[in-house]
């Protein structure tokens, strides 16, 4: 099986992260997927940004949860990045799901709630998977196994993954008692064993964020299920290399 590229937070070397530019660049190169991070807004709209607080990546302050959808759009998430793309907003999720669900993409949904737990955001996310018929090709990830948890409760069938950046003993039951389907970790914890235990047990592993060749090429060689980069480019074109040796 070959090794999937998913744009991490679309294809963010070269567009705003979690931008539709950058949603609509990561396709054109060809990525299989996208990964992007959900948080709630004050009046309970999941909308994607990666931190919890605007001030990085957009021309306001102050945190996404207290921003109702209304003013959060009035940011500007592009001007940031480069003047090209000056006026850029938030995209709110439904606007990625409209996008996607006429186009062949995976999607990898964070639910951002390690910080701040984003009261029902697993119910509305779920929701709105159901209403664009995305189910199917969505996996839920956290770095919070209880929203994990809750994910599951709304429906054993949803594909989910556990998020960590650290080396853990005892992974795959530790997966297994969330209960998780997959296993994403920071590139810097992959290694051989962890790889192989995972393909014997079918479970995916993907990994984030791989953006380095030679941190590519050993995904690649590893076989792992995916990967998670923001130059979906370079990791196309290393991954054909690495096919035809
Ligand atoms: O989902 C993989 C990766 O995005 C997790 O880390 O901080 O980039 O959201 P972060
Ligand atoms: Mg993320």
Known sequence: MQTQIFAHRGASRYAPENTMPAFRLALHMQAEGVETDVQLTRDQIPVLIHDENVKRTT??????????????????????????????????LEELLQWVASRPLFLHLELKTDKISYKHIEKIVYDLLQKYNVM??????????????????????????FLTSTKMRKMLSYLSSIPADGLHIKHTILNRKLASRCRKNQIPLRVYTVNRPAHLRKCYHLKCSGIFTDVPDIAWSIRKAVEES
């Open 59 to 92: 021309d306001g302050s102050g945190f996404v949860q207290d921003y109702t959808f209304q003013e959060l759009r009035s940011l500007d998430a592009g001007s940031w990045f480069s003047k090209e793309y000056e006026g850029t907003h938030i995209p709110s």
């Open 136 to 161: 199917e090709r969505t996996t839920l990830s956290s770095f919070n196994e209880d929203t994990l948890k809750n994910v599951k409760e709304l429906n054993s069938s949803i594909d989910t993954a």
